[in-house]
């Protein structure tokens, strides 16, 4: 048995370890702004190519995850869909999540092993908690991919109404439409990152020969956007019966716009209600205890000198 100074320094250890992994992950974007800041004016320095233990073990991660691959075409095929909605195009992502996967399943496996040989646990206990831990390693990836596309999601959404507002103004300036496409496309690529690359996207397909309503129609599927989908039918409408497409889309970007408003109102809403639970978990002991503290004292006291 293990003493209870190892047991209460590991659990140290391992939570000032998620602490500090949620830190790094939540400050993430600051960093990079202020690294990409900081390099503003310098000449990059090209780096050496590295070789390390991190890149070794990313390259064998699709091998590792190969006898988790399903053999259905069409779960694979179900399986990038839900990478590209997510945003991750890399050709060896499906064997890499599946490797990650793989991982994920063994190492609760490998630790509830380890603590039933040293006697932290009993081996029923230890099995349990294997078993739970390979639970949460099957969905646990399903889940990081469910946030992803809800993240990605919600950041297109609040930039369409801008995009929309900008096009609009192009083609009733007298550019066309693909040529609206192109220079809205520009601009996003400053104010909203993410959909200025899947614009980018799009504007590559249409120089294969795709038109406008088609590759609107194909960031659709591949952002799994309902109001994608709305905006790719205005515009293939339009190309197929010649009709006007600038009343259609300032109607559309006006509702979208109005529908944005509305998700920021209720999400205020819903800011008192979050935030109760906070305030009685967090707040309302620590209040108690200062000033309910002094009075308990004095209670303990009088019941003392009264036995």
């Keep these: 048995m293990l003493d209870k100074g190892w047991i209460n320094l590991f659990v ?3 939570t000032s370890g998620v602490v ?3 830190f790094i ?6 960093w990079e702004t202020t690294a ?7 000449a990059p320095k090209e780096r050496p190519p590295s070789n390390g233990l991190g890149k070794r073990l990313l390259a064998r991660l699709p091998d590792v995850g190969t006898p ?14 839900r990478l590209i909605e997510a945003g991750i195009y890399d050709r060896n992502a499906l064997a890499v999540l599946m490797g990650v996967k793989m991982i994920l399943m063994a190492a609760p496996l490998g630790l509830s092993a380890a603590l039933a040989v040293s006697g932290v646990l009993s081996p029923s206990k230890a099995l349990m908690a294997g078993i739970l831990g390979i639970g949460l390693g099957m969905i646990a990836p399903g889940l990081w991919l469910d946030h992803c596309k809800r993240m990605r999601q919600a950041s297109l ?7 929309l507002d900008m096009l609009v103004l192009c083609v009733e300036g007298g550019v066309s439409l693909s040529g609206a496409m192109q220079r809205v496309t520009a601009e996003m690529a400053t104010a909203h990152p993410l959909l200025g690359a899947e614009m980018e996207l799009m504007q590559r397909e249409m120089m ?7 590759g609107l129609q194909k960031l659709a599927a591949r952002t799994d956007l309902e109001d994608m989908r709305n905006l790719a039918a205005i515009i293939v409408q339009s190309e197929r019966f010649g009709t006007s497409v600038v009343k259609a889309l ?21 800011a008192a209600v979050k935030i109760l639970f906070p305030t009685l978990l967090c707040i309302f002991p620590a209040v108690f205890i200062v000033i309910l503290g002094p009075a308990a004292f004095q209670l303990l006291a009088i019941f003392s000198r009264v036995k």
Excluded at 25 to 30: A, E, F, H, V
Excluded at 68 to 81: D, F, G, I, V
Excluded at 208 to 214: A, M, R
Aim: net charge positive.
């Design 12 to 14: 140290f250890l391992a």
């Design 20 to 22: 500090l992994a949620f």
């Design 25 to 30: 992950w939540r400050n993430r974007d600051l």
């Design 36 to 42: 990409r800041m900081r390099g503003l004016g310098t």
């Design 68 to 81: 988790l691959l399903p053999t259905n075409e069409a779960q694979r095929s179900q399986l990038r869909q």
């Design 157 to 163: 959404r609040r930039a369409l109404p801008d995009a």
């Design 208 to 214: 294969l020969g795709v038109s406008v309503g088609e």
């Design 250 to 270: 300032r109607i559309h970007a006006d509702t979208l716009r109005l529908q944005r408003q509305q998700r920021a109102e209720e999400m205020a809403q819903k």
